[in-house]
């Protein structure tokens, strides 16, 4: 018995240690991204309660925010944030019982409100972290995994105008985050520390963001159900590429961060 704490303890402590400020970066940034998708998931059970693989990406959701918050709390460079993810930990219990409720459009007014304050959060974790690396290459990695939050915040904003949730706020607040994709996604296109594969899937994401805003436009001849399945397809899309490439800065960062400490 003594021996298997001794491994479990062994392995918590190898987890740790092994977190790198890049991947810690890229972890603090998929918790924005994730308070966005669990709301949009939420009200997709809503919508459509018959489909099992919405439930399922909920509790993956749930299940992946949980496990990033311990690893970051296991994160010995981030110790002087420990009050910040504190924060971000209370945000988030609250945000958890209200997941659990019925997807009617009173919880989901409830919801997308609190998703809010947990992004709020969640970024002012993510900027002081960023800035406890002391790295010009920590910023691409903020700035793309932002990217893979806007593209949730996007298909979340939609559903809210589609349920009628805040008498169309959601959809000034829906255009005002494509306009920000947009504009950070030729930021990120313009670095000089690009590799030809960055590229590549940059170029990539801006043509899903151009046949997503079709459907925001009124372009696509689809409506209801069907366009809310091509919409959230298409930011999930959008959002693989821009994990991939917030996973390329994470490990621009490191190598750039294992050069200076030679």
């Known amino acids: 018995m003594r021996f298997f704490i001794l491994v479990f303890l062994v392995c918590i402590t190898g987890n740790a240690m092994a977190l790198t400020m890049g991947e810690a970066i890229n972890i603090a940034g998929k918790q924005r991204m994730l308070s966005q998708r669990i709301a949009q998931s939420y009200m997709l059970t809503g919508i459509q309660p018959e489909k099992a693989r919405y439930h399922d990406q909920l509790n993956k959701c749930i299940s ?4 990033n918050l311990a690893a970051l709390q296991n994160f010995p460079d981030a110790r002087p944030l420990t009050q910040d993810l ?20 009173k919880n989901s007014a409830a919801l997308v409100t609190k998703s809010n304050e947990l992004l709020a959060a969640a970024h002012a974790y993510v900027g002081k972290l960023e800035k406890l690396s002391n790295s010009s290459s920590a910023e691409l990695v903020n700035v793309s995994g932002r990217q893979r939050m806007l593209s949730q915040r996007i298909a979340k904003n939609y559903l809210a105008y589609y349920l009628k949730l805040d008498e169309g706020k959601s959809l000034e607040l829906l255009y005002s985050d494509l306009a920000e994709y947009e504009l950070m996604l030729s930021y990120l296109k313009d670095s000089t520390l690009n590799t030809d594969e960055i590229t590549r899937k940059i170029l990539k994401t801006e043509g899903h963001l151009k046949y997503a805003s079709k459907g925001f436009d009124g372009d696509m001849t689809l409506d209801g159900d069907r366009l809310i399945f091509v919409i959230t397809g298409t930011t999930d899309i959008m959002l693989r590429n821009m994990d991939e490439i917030t996973k390329m800065y994470a490990n621009l960062l490191d190598s750039n961060t294992a050069i200076a400490s030679r």
């Open 64 to 67: 992946e925010f949980q496990s």
């Open 86 to 105: 504190l924060k971000v930990r209370a945000l988030w219990n609250e945000y958890h019982q209200l997941t659990k409720t019925d997807p009617n459009p």
